[in-house]
T-cell receptor
Framework: NAGVTQTPKFQVLKTGQSMTLQCAQDMNHEYMSWYRQDPGMGLRLIHY???????DQGEVPNGYNVSRSTTEDFPLRLLSAAPSQTSVYFC???????????FGDGTRLSIL | DQQVKQNSPSLSVQEGRISILNCDYTNSMFDYFLWYKKYPAEGPTFLIS?????DKNEDGRFTVFLNKSAKHLSLHIVPSQPGDSAVYFC????????????FGTGTQLKVEL
């Protein structure tokens, strides 16, 4: 009963490096999302997907790419990391658009 | 432009008393509201929700009230327990809009013995 699994839990990058944050869910949920949490700002939506092969931008998409080739996985890619992307990243999933989202435990990312 | 606001960064209450957490929103398109609870080093967990067609929803010790005219909702926890100490996030969405949550900044609740 894993739910939403995010890897890695912690990561330190240098400016300009690329990286993929992994997210997998075993609940056969159609909807998946990525959020970032910064101090004093709550969680903000980066990208989301309503099903395999379908993705769309959220509130703060710049600097991030996503793809949804399977129902289970929704990776988030940082193409060229910047210090402003230092944050805690949360992945979430839900059965559909009317169900509450289940969150992973987050990836803490630091960009030096 | 913060569309969902939680103006109290922190709240401290005694065990057994009522905790009231408040949330205001500015976007009149929001029609579904949720409360999430978050412990350190964990992801948010869903607590309770309310649709805009209702003004109250209750689940055990947790009750959410919605005042649409004031664009205000509140979460009541009665009685408060030490295990309720956590950060509480208010979130809102437009139903049918892709389940895109807009979060408030959170309120740190501390329940003291």
């Amino acid at each position: 009963n894993a739910g939403v699994t995010q890897t890695p839990k912690f990561q330190v990058l240098k400016t300009g490096q690329s990286m993929t944050l992994q997210c997998a869910q075993d609940m056969n949920h159609e909807y998946m999302s990525w959020y970032r949490q910064d101090p004093g700002m709550g969680l903000r939506l980066i990208h989301y997907s309503v099903g395999a092969g379908i993705t769309d931008q959220g509130e703060v998409p710049n600097g991030y790419n996503v793809s949804r080739s399977t129902t289970e996985d929704f990776p988030l890619r940082l193409l060229s990391a910047a210090p402003s992307q230092t944050s805690v990243y949360f992945c979430a999933s839900s059965q559909d658009g009317n169900q509450p989202q289940h969150f992973g435990d987050g990836t803490r990312l630091s960009i030096l | 432009d913060q569309q969902v606001k939680q103006n109290s960064p922190s709240l401290s209450v005694q065990e057994g008393r009522i905790s009231i957490l408040n949330c205001d929103y500015t976007n009149s398109m929001f029609d579904y509201f949720l409360w999430y609870k978050k412990y350190p080093a964990e992801g948010p967990t869903f607590l309770i929700s309310i649709s805009s067609i209702k003004d109250k929803n209750e689940d055990g010790r947790f009750t959410v009230f919605l005042n649409k005219s004031a664009k205000h909702l509140s979460l009541h926890i009665v009685p408060s327990q030490p295990g309720d100490s956590a950060v509480y996030f208010c979130a809102a969405l437009v139903e049918g809009g892709g389940n895109k949550l807009t979060f408030g900044t959170g309120t740190q609740l501390k329940v003291e013995l």
